[in-house]
């Protein structure tokens, strides 16, 4: 979408994106959320909740979630707004990422405070699914009179806190399968390990380790391969280190991660082990690594692609393309 293309509520939502996603490290088990005040500079008649215009408003105060058990994103763009530009906020729209939350925590409720603060219309991407809040704090800005928006950029606020949301929805993580195939479709050289990323394709490797929560391989892979599994080429903590063996079913696994609050799960497995999951539908997003350059004469077959896929993003790194592919909506 273009910026011409974008409408205001648009603009302001995807700033509250781009501030949301600065909590990928710290936020989580919480939700990455953003939230930005737009106050227009000239104040509108009482009564009239028209929002106001890219030209005649601006951002008076914005934040983030910055670390669980900390100040949520509303509570940090309330604190930003300067003192002079309090009385703006009796005319002002607040965006948020999130739905606000409506209930005591490790922190008081969001909606409360922004009923305290007086701002005139709120623009909500999307519902929090989680049990304690899902409409709640939306109800609770109506009943003091806020004018809601729900729904802009809904998508995009949905897939930022995919992991949240699978966590909260399915009781089990959000689950990742990940591998590197040769141009003909082999993960390895005659069952041997085979070099298939390049540099810059092995460090979006240890990045996505580093935002992802757990990362798991089979037994076979760890007995032959001895991988680290660690982020020695980004920076970040390490995922949490698990192997599965035969005796593990996932349905016992999946309920075991659930408990132990891992909201998402990269699995680096063989084939023997992604195809478990393909199996058992227990995957989310599948993320393909394809070197066109290099071709073997036999090894172990790459995974079949279930059929109910689609491409998310797809690129393109020398001879290295990355696809990621996502269940098709019914």
């Known amino acids: 979408m273009t910026d011409e293309a974008m409408t205001n509520d648009e603009r302001y939502m995807y700033r509250c994106l781009q501030l949301a ?94 009923v305290r603060r007086g701002v005139r219309r709120v623009v909500v991407g999307c519902i929090d699914p989680f049990s304690q809040v899902q409409g709640r704090g939306i109800q609770r800005l109506q009943d003091a009179g806020i004018d809601v928006t729900v729904g802009v950029l809904q998508a995009e606020c949905q897939w930022l806190n995919r992991r949240f949301f699978t966590y909260h929805r399915e009781h089990r993580p959000y689950i990742i399968l990940k591998w590197a195939q040769t141009a003909n479709g082999y993960l390895d050289d005659h069952f041997k390990p085979l070099t298939i990323s390049n540099e810059h394709t092995l460090m979006l490797s240890h990045q996505l380790r580093a935002e992802e929560d757990a990362i798991l391989v089979g ?22 280190r698990i192997v599965l063996t035969h005796d593990r079913p996932l349905p016992l696994l999946m309920d075991d991660l659930y408990q132990h609050q891992l909201q998402s799960l990269i699995v680096e497995g063989g084939r023997q082990t992604h195809e ?55």
């Open 21 to 114: 996603a600065n909590g990928i490290h710290g936020a989580r088990p919480n939700p990455m959320v953003g939230a930005v005040i737009v106050a227009p500079d000239s104040p509108h008649a009482d009564g009239d909740n028209r929002p106001a215009t890219s030209a005649d408003c601006r951002i008076i105060g914005e934040g983030y979630h910055v670390r669980c058990g900390q100040a949520h994103a509303e509570v940090n763009a309330f604190a930003a707004v300067h003192p002079d530009d309090e009385p703006l906020l009796k005319d002002a729209t607040l965006y948020v990422s999130l739905e606000p939350c409506s209930h005591y925590g490790k922190t008081p409720p969001c909606a409360d405070l922004i």
């Open 219 to 240: 037994h076979t892979t760890d007995v032959r391969e001895h991988p680290q599994l660690t982020v020695r080429h980004w920076h970040g903590p390490d995922p949490k």
């Open 276 to 330: 478990a999951f393909l199996q058992a539908g227990l995957w989310d997003e599948i993320r393909v690594e394809t070197n066109s350059s290099l071709t073997v004469d036999d090894g172990t077959p790459a995974p079949r692609l279930p059929a109910a896929v689609r491409v998310r993003s797809q690129q393109v790194f020398g001879y290295n393309t990355l696809v990621c592919y996502v269940k098709k909506e019914a």
